[in-house]
């Protein structure tokens, strides 16, 4: 398994800021992930992030809303640019430790919401 | 239309009482995931299903993947209050690495 971190675990944000989440983990992983999760909602990837390379994002999610680094293999950071209410959600981070399964570790989220 | 069909979408018991939460899809998946997410906090990974027909048991929770691998249930006897919390299935679908999850079934222990 491994442990994974958040920063800020919650935000009360302006309409047209930006707010940058930071992601942690206890361990080297290739591949982390960030999702958006919408009150009441199941979870949706944003993007796939891994060291060296370009995000790879979802349909619906762009670069210039969400940029994304990976600096190393222990850390992320997703941007919420230009926010909006309608970015109000949980946004989680999310690791693959690389075994056979393609099961997925979680942080504890962000909540956002954006008055 | 989502990939993993989960359902019921929420179920409200008294304690005591058992439940049965199914995620069903038209795809194969390499393996399947079960998460249980509570108000405030990430999911929290339950089990990994890997093999067609495989059956887990992890104290009062039985999780079962179909012989295709294309479905798969959770069972929760004898219920309690410490069970209530969203239930999440997941998984990839062969030759993929993206998690596809399912609606989520919110359910409740009455005490």
């Known amino acids: 398994s491994a442990v994974i971190s958040q920063k800020p675990s919650r935000d009360i944000c302006q309409r047209g800021t930006s707010l940058t989440i930071q992601c942690q983990v206890d361990?080297?992983?290739?591949?982390m992930f960030w999702y958006r999760q919408q009150p009441g909602q199941s979870l949706t990837l944003i993007a796939t992030?891994?060291?060296?390379?370009?995000?790879?994002?979802e349909s619906g999610f762009v670069i210039d809303k969400f940029p994304i680094s990976r600096p190393n293999l222990t850390f992320s950071t997703l941007t919420v640019s230009n926010m909006s209410p309608e970015d109000s959600s949980i946004y989680l981070c999310?690791?693959?430790?690389?075994?056979?399964?393609?099961?997925?570790?979680f942080g504890p989220g962000t909540r956002l919401t954006v008055l | 239309t989502q990939l993993l069909e989960q359902s019921p979408q929420f179920l409200s018991i008294q304690e005591g009482e058992n439940l049965t939460v199914y995620c069903n899809s038209s795809?194969?998946?390499?393996?399947l995931q079960w998460y249980r997410q509570e108000p405030g906090e990430g999911p929290v990974l339950l089990v990994t299903?890997?093999?067609?027909?495989e059956v887990k048991k992890l104290k009062r929770l039985t999780f079962q993947f179909g012989d295709a691998r294309k479905d798969s249930s959770l069972h929760i006897t004898a219920a309690q209050p410490g069970d209530t919390g969203l239930y999440l299935c997941?998984?990839?679908?062969?030759?993929?690495?993206?998690?596809?999850f399912g609606a989520g079934t919110t359910v409740t222990v009455r005490a």
């Open positions: 999310s690791v693959d430790v690389g075994r056979s399964t393609d099961t997925q570790y």
């Open positions: 361990s080297q992983v290739t591949m």
């Open positions: 992030a891994n060291q060296g390379s370009e995000a790879t994002y």
């Open positions: 795809s194969v998946f390499s393996s």
């Open positions: 299903v890997v093999t067609g027909g």
């Open positions: 997941a998984g990839a679908p062969l030759g993929d690495y993206k998690l596809s």
